[in-house]
């Protein structure tokens, strides 16, 4: 990264965001010039920062409210180039001293991964993002997957690729979806921390994209009522001592004995957290049966129906072995998400969780005695689960909890009983960048 007045111009700027507890990202900018005060001393924030709601109603608590003041702080290493002057790193927030505030979902991803490093793991994380683009093509011009998708959207592709390529985001594939105008972009796998910055990073470029060729994308979990939703999956591995755990085994499909405890532990925290993985208003929408949005609790081999989707290694897997974790919508705080699937897979290996049954056929097709238990999906359900979770309140701590909890809770208690139409209508664009 270049040093203030090495080649800046001095309209340039730097932005530093986060993401906030309903996955909105928030963010202060500085001219380039000043780019070392961002650094050093932070951008001024409240702590009801924290309390965002995706209304920008501020869910006020006794510890996030108009008292005190915190600083997003970011790494110069961290810098990206979004071009026309533009560039943006992920902040992290910390007090006024520098100390990293445990409020901060970025900071909790790190020490999620460190938790990992202590018993010897290493995670490599890669997402996909779904999102449909607005005042494109009609359903005559349309094909789900189709070639016609992907061509007639070669100036907006091109734009995002070109900026991604300036950015130094690793995408792997675009690929027209089922609903009209739906897409999903895949990146290349990464440290936990650092995919999850490809996240924003991407949700960004896309915005920009779309926006520079009169284009409008939304990331909602249910852009239109009863239409297609857009998921977030995010693929895990794990390494230890160089050696993959998902692969390599005696277990089936070849996982280890660690490898078979890291989706049991997985499958057994899934209904704990999905106020952190599909927790909107909007989320319930899409988390259901029929939907390829693994709503069922279970794991299988390519299951596009299972929670947790094994991809084996093979070579049609270039990266290896693989646990697509399935009901994460855009919604989420990324860093939250994976922190959560970190977690969960720790506790499974620590513990030395038995593996689970696999489901190998459409789970909604079972029935009776082995009936596959569905994800909760109602507001009640879902926030008594993560409340009474010992390990979220471990992984998270009582600051994010606090904040949480206040965030989902006026979120569900608003929205709950409102038309869905117009629930869909007004969140269309609250996770656009």
Not at 88 to 93: G, I, L, V, Y
Not at 150 to 165: G, Y
Request: charged content about 15%.
């Amino acid at each position: 990264m270049q040093s203030e007045g090495g080649g800046f111009g001095p309209t340039d700027r730097i932005v530093g965001s986060i993401v906030d507890f309903g996955g909105v990202s928030r963010a202060k900018m500085f001219p380039m010039s000043r780019m070392t005060t961002f650094v050093e001393a932070g951008a001024g924030a409240s702590p009801s920062w924290s309390v965002f709601c995706p209304d920008n109603h501020i869910a006020i608590t006794p510890t996030f409210s108009v008292i005190s003041d915190l600083r997003l702080r970011i790494d110069r290493e961290d810098v990206r180039n979004l071009g026309g002057g533009t560039y943006w790193a992920p902040a992290c927030m910390t007090a006024q001293d520098g100390t990293p505030s445990l409020a901060c979902t970025r900071g909790a991803l790190k020490r999620a991964t460190a938790r990992l490093s202590a018993v010897g793991l290493k995670a490599l994380v890669g997402h996909e993002v779904e999102f449909m683009l607005f005042d494109a093509a009609t359903r005559e011009e349309w094909s789900a997957y189709g070639l016609n998708a992907v061509l007639a959207q070669e100036e907006f592709i091109e734009c995002l690729l070109t900026a991604a390529s300036t950015a130094e985001l690793p995408i792997e594939q675009i690929h027209g979806e089922g609903g009209l105008n739906q897409f999903e972009v895949s990146f290349a796998p990464a440290d936990p921390v650092g995919a999850a910055d490809n996240v924003v990073l991407a949700r960004a470029l896309i915005s920009r994209a779309a926006r520079a060729n009169g284009l409008r994308a939304s990331f909602s979990p249910m852009p239109i009522a009863g239409g297609f939703g857009n998921g977030a999956h995010q693929h895990v591995s794990f390494v230890r001592q160089g050696m993959p755990i998902l692969s390599g085994g005696s277990g089936p499909h070849g996982l280890t004995p660690s490898g078979e405890s890291a989706i049991a532990g997985i499958v057994s925290a899934l209904p704990e957290f999905v106020a952190v993985m599909a927790g909107s208003a909007l989320s319930h929408l899409r988390l259901g049966p029929g939907m390829w949005a693994g709503a069922f609790r279970c794991w299988g081999l390519e299951n596009r129906e299972a929670a947790v989707r094994l991809c084996a290694d093979t070579a049609g897997n270039p990266h290896g072995a693989s646990l697509e974790v399935k009901p994460i919508d855009p919604s989420a705080n990324p860093y939250l998400s994976s922190a959560a699937i970190l977690g969960a897979a720790h506790a499974g290996i620590v513990d030395q969780l038995p593996l689970p049954s696999e489901v190998s056929v459409n789970p909604s097709d079972l029935a009776g005695e082995a009936a596959v238990e569905l994800l909760p999906t109602s507001p009640s359900d879902v926030l008594a689960a993560i409340r009474s979770s010992v390990l979220a309140h471990e992984l998270f701590g009582p600051l994010i909890m606090e904040a949480l909890l206040a965030v989902k809770g006026y979120e569900y208690a608003e929205y709950s009983d409102k038309p869905v139409d117009e629930v869909a209508q007004q969140f269309r664009y609250a996770w656009t960048c």
